[in-house]
């Protein structure tokens, strides 16, 4: 075997074997601790069992991942209800201005999560400055209560994951040829049905991606749901981390955990095979 035949191989082991050591690895470790029971004084009891997995289908805990998975659905719908318009103006701007553009779009990134998170407490709690600001422009009522409310978890998921999908539908978008728009025009399309029938099909793929992206992340959070939920919100995020953290069941929270990656590697699954199904319409049109 020549050397060129085997170069991606080398290239690609460290990566491969860092993933495998920090990712593959401590999952299956957490994955196993699942199939155990708790022990009296918390921790591990290398004793086998699969009650782990019947608790988590207790309709107490399946109502806690419906809720996550609600709040996760909203705060993705709104990212790419935002995200499309900017990517799209991104797209259309002049070449020389649109890596001024992306960098605004991921500057939010240069700062700690922890910190930007904090941020909307100080923009949104009764004191913070919103409520300032309205009475500055004379609102004498009661200061409004955005703060620990889902509405301010789903605020600060959208802000936070924004650029994500900013980024994966501005890659579709730029690589869009004119000529298939100008195409649609010169058949008499005005530029409604040109963006419904052929900039918005062709972009899905990037909206799926940076929809899913902002889903998986978003019903695993806990971090957010814990500063600006105030723990009135319990998602699934918070309950694993509890679970290993404060009521130092190891067991269920890994089987927790496993039953959260195991739906997140299912949706990765159906967006994969439904961007492919889209993509193979696309060509049959084509053809046609």
Not at 66 to 78: D, E, H, Q
Not at 149 to 166: C, D, H, K, Q, R
Not at 183 to 199: Q, Y
Not at 241 to 267: H, K, R, S
Request: charged fraction near 10%; proline fraction near 6%; glycine fraction near 8%.
């Amino acid at each position: 075997m020549s050397f060129n035949a085997t170069r991606p191989t080398l290239l690609a082991a460290p990566g491969v074997a860092w993933l495998v050591a920090l990712m593959v690895v401590p999952c299956l470790l957490v994955l196993s601790y699942a199939f155990f029971e708790r022990g009296v004084w918390g921790g591990v009891e290398y004793t086998f069992t699969l009650e782990n997995f019947a608790r988590v289908a207790d309709p107490l805990y399946a109502k806690i991942f419906l809720n996550s998975a609600r709040i996760a659905l909203t705060a993705t719908v709104v990212a790419i209800l935002i995200a499309y318009p900017a990517a799209y103006a991104i797209s259309r701007a002049p070449r020389m201005s649109q890596p001024i553009l992306l960098f605004f779009a991921v500057l939010p990134f240069w700062s700690n999560y922890l910190i930007r998170t904090y941020a909307w407490i100080v923009l949104l709690n009764r004191e913070g400055l919103i409520n300032n600001l309205l009475r500055s422009l004379g609102y004498t009522g009661e200061p409004l209560s955005m703060l620990y409310t889902e509405s301010a978890v789903i605020t600060g998921l959208v802000y936070n994951y924004l650029p994500f999908v900013i980024l994966a539908i501005y890659s579709t978008l730029s690589r869009l040829n004119p000529e298939l728009m100008e195409a649609s025009r010169d058949l008499g399309a005005g530029p409604v049905r040109t963006f419904l029938r052929v900039t918005l099909p062709l972009t899905l793929p990037g909206v799926a991606a940076g929809g899913v992206f902002v889903f998986v992340l978003s019903i695993g959070n806990f971090v957010t749901p814990a500063l600006l939920g105030g723990g009135r919100f319990q998602m699934v995020g918070n309950l694993v981390y509890d679970q290993f953290l404060t009521a130092n069941d190891w067991p269920f929270g890994a089987a927790l955990g496993a039953a959260l990656i195991l739906t997140m590697i299912v949706l990765l699954l159906l967006q994969a095979r439904a961007t492919a199904h889209a993509s193979g319409e696309r060509k049959g049109e084509a053809a046609q």
